[in-house]
């Protein structure tokens, strides 16, 4: 087998993007930590993996760097949209991925023959503590305060598909963000970890972000961040349905509509495609 591979990134949140049927081995955590090694493997934010769906057109599983499995990927499903359709997967610009975390239709935006940008239907955004998931009584977990690393942090908590926690400050460059970050992923509220948003609402169609990932840490950007912060803004209201928001690698665009159901537009950009070599192969 070749162990071929394609390498892409979405605004600078690189991705991995492979086909287990044509692997000569199991993608296993131990494995997936050295593939995603900036210095021992090919380096990535994580693996996409085409796999089978019977309710989908095609599906995918989400590899975090430190080989752990996440739920959803909103750049990741821009940079697998692409995929799937530049390597002949799906035959029409309008297709939906199976994700552990729901399923997601995909719109490819053409300007003529190139894929110009590329929409994701999200699914609703929830704030319900049971569905994100966060520990205590069944609630809303809005604008409320928990204690990390021995500061007191007031979150609101989201989930997309996955689990995000957002914290609100008037400027980012005062937040002690590799100290928060790491402290709120894996804090005691959240029993499968969470991303990370620290968010700086410039106006009502616009917010700053900077990005905790879980598994991943400090990420350029982040789809389902970008949303997360995007439908607390809007839940209280200190933005409208159309928000633009800003993160180190680019900007992406979210609408956030009346029962939250969240549409991101984005850029997936190519790289490169790679073979393994035997030799790294062999000493996986």
């Avoid at 949209?81 to 719109?107: E, I, M, N, Q």
């Avoid at 809303?140 to 914290?167: R, S």
Wanted: proline share 5%; hydrophobic share 40%.
């Amino acid at each position: 087998m070749a162990n071929r591979f394609a390498k892409s990134h979405a605004l600078g949140n690189d991705y991995i993007v492979m086909e287990p049927d044509q692997l000569s081995f199991a993608l296993t955590p131990e494995r997936i930590r050295t593939i995603c090694h900036r210095n021992f493997g090919v380096g990535s934010d994580g693996i996409l993996a085409l796999v089978p769906s019977a309710r989908g057109d095609v599906g995918m599983r989400i590899f975090n760097p430190d080989g752990s499995e996440a739920e959803k990927s909103g750049n990741g499903l821009r940079i697998f949209a692409r995929y799937v359709w530049d390597h002949g997967h799906v035959r029409k610009p309008s297709f939906v991925v199976d994700t552990p975390g729901g399923l997601a239709k995909c719109d490819l935006l053409f300007d003529g023959d190139t894929i110009r940008e590329i929409t994701v239907d999200m699914g609703a955004a929830t704030f319900r503590s049971d569905r994100i998931p966060a520990a205590g009584a069944p609630r809303d977990v809005l604008d409320e305060e928990i204690e990390a690393d021995g500061a007191q942090l007031w979150i609101t908590a989201v989930n997309v598909g996955n689990p995000h926690c957002v914290v609100f400050h008037d400027d980012l460059e005062k937040v002690d963000f590799h100290r928060f970050g790491p402290a709120l992923e894996n804090h005691a509220m959240f029993p499968h970890r969470t991303n990370v948003q620290f968010a700086q609402v410039l106006d009502r169609g616009c917010v700053r972000i900077k990005i905790w990932e879980r598994g991943a840490g400090e990420t350029l950007a982040s789809g389902s961040s970008a949303s997360a912060v995007a439908a607390a803004c809007v839940r209280h209201g200190v933005c409208d349905g159309d928000v633009a928001v800003l993160m180190d690698g680019g900007t992406l665009r979210i609408q956030v509509s009346s029962d939250f159901q969240i549409r991101m537009t984005g850029p997936s950009s190519p790289v490169y495609v790679g073979e393994l070599t035997a030799a790294f192969v062999a000493s996986l």
